[in-house]
């Protein structure tokens, strides 16, 4: 997911007891349910369409050449890909990755547009 040691990351309603005890390690200082100025990553756990509102303010806190991975459950109807897409395109920002975050979550990577760095 992009993870290195001098990544500054940013945790917000991420759970996952296997992602936090693989990645904390790997940061020298991660925010945890805070978004810190000039994060590389922030990744942002979502379990509600409602929740996506929150992309838009985040663009704020990450570097130009920054992302914010988008972690939401697979194969629900009250929040969905095309949902989560939606969101992120609303924010002004372009998804460019996807990967399965776990057996129960997909995670997609959203970015500000090249031409808008």
């Not at 978004?35 to 130009?64: H, N, T």
């Not at 992120?88 to 460019?96: M, R, S």
Request: charged fraction near 25%.
């Amino acid at each position: 997911m992009g993870v290195k040691p001098e990544s500054r990351v940013s945790l917000l309603g991420v759970r996952d007891p296997n992602f936090l005890r693989a990645i904390l390690p790997q940061v020298a200082n991660p925010a945890q349910h805070r978004a810190a100025k000039e994060s590389d990553l922030i990744f942002l756990g979502v379990e509600s369409e409602g929740q996506l509102k929150r992309l838009d303010p985040l663009k704020k806190y990450m570097i130009p050449k920054g992302a914010i991975w988008v972690i939401y459950p697979k194969g629900q109807k009250h929040i969905t890909q095309a949902q989560v897409l939606d969101a992120i395109k609303a924010a002004g920002l372009t998804d460019n990755k996807v990967c399965s975050f776990s057996e129960t979550h997909t995670a997609l990577r959203a970015c500000i547009p090249v031409a808008q760095r």
